[in-house]
T-cell receptor, first 113, second 113 residues
Framework: KQEVTQIPAALSVPEGENLVLNCSFTDSAIYNLQWFRQDPGKGLTSLLLIQSSQREQTSGRLNASLDKSSGRSTLYIAASQPGDSATYLCAPFTGFGNEKLTFGTGTRLTIIP | DTGVSQDPRHKITKRGQNVTFRCDPISEHNRLYWYRQTLGQGPEFLTYFQNEAQLEKSRLLSDRFSAERPKGSFSTLEIQRTEQGDSAMYLC???????????FGPGTRLTVL
């Protein structure tokens, strides 16, 4: 059974700093991994999907890395802004035939203006 | 708006009543998922459809829960005889293609009094 852990559970940083969010998962036989952000009381917004064959994926100020063999992914946010404040969730996808995404409890990020 | 839509956005009901939620996926997405999220937790998988076929159900989906996707387009999730423990955010997601990037709707927040 896939289990996902995200550390830290909460993080506060001043505006403008670079930061790293961590995600670990127990079953390394994944097909891909998605990173999402969730604003309070809202649905999830897909940020990045990184395939199992990739080591990195970039979108604007966001960079996700994947070390499949060690069961870890990181999300790097450059030059943080107050609008980045949200909960960030990672979700590995094991592959077709086991369709669900498995989520951790996320990292609640607060950017201090 | 071509994203995933859900209706209603909020539902307050009394214990013992039946409720039904609707999800409209992104057009041409053949896969549709339901998840449930309680406060402070990540989403948990409930069920999955490929076109009109329900292919996977979580053990979380008790016999009071039923989901349908009759024509392979929109889906409904019904909860019979609601209990206070059913209070949660119910999220719908859809996907298509080999990478299965899942896109989420805004969710339906259910409160059972």
């Amino acid at each position: 059974k896939q289990e996902v852990t995200q550390i830290p559970a909460a993080l506060s940083v001043p505006e403008g700093e670079n930061l790293v969010l961590n995600c670990s998962f127990t079953d390394s036989a994944i097909y891909n991994l998605q990173w999402f952000r969730q604003d309070p009381g809202k649905g999830l917004t897909s940020l990045l999907l990184i395939q199992s064959s990739q080591r990195e994926q970039t979108s604007g100020r966001l960079n996700a890395s994947l070390d499949k063999s060690s069961g870890r992914s990181t999300l790097y946010i450059a030059a943080s802004q107050p609008g980045d404040s949200a909960t960030y969730l990672c979700a590995p996808f094991t592959g077709f035939g086991n369709e669900k995404l498995t989520f951790g409890t996320g990292t609640r990020l607060t950017i201090i203006p | 708006d071509t994203g995933v839509s859900q209706d209603p956005r909020h539902k307050i009901t009394k214990r013992g009543q039946n409720v039904t939620f609707r999800c409209d996926p992104i057009s041409e997405h053949n896969r549709l998922y339901w998840y449930r999220q309680t406060l402070g937790q990540g989403p948990e998988f409930l069920t999955y459809f490929q076109n009109e076929a329900q292919l996977e159900k979580s053990r979380l989906l008790s016999d009071r829960f039923s989901a349908e996707r009759p024509k392979g387009s929109f889906s409904t999730l019904e909860i019979q005889r609601t209990e206070q423990g059913d209070s949660a955010m119910y999220l719908c997601a859809s996907s298509v293609g080999q990478y299965n990037e899942q896109f989420f709707g805004p969710g339906t927040r259910l409160t059972v009094l």
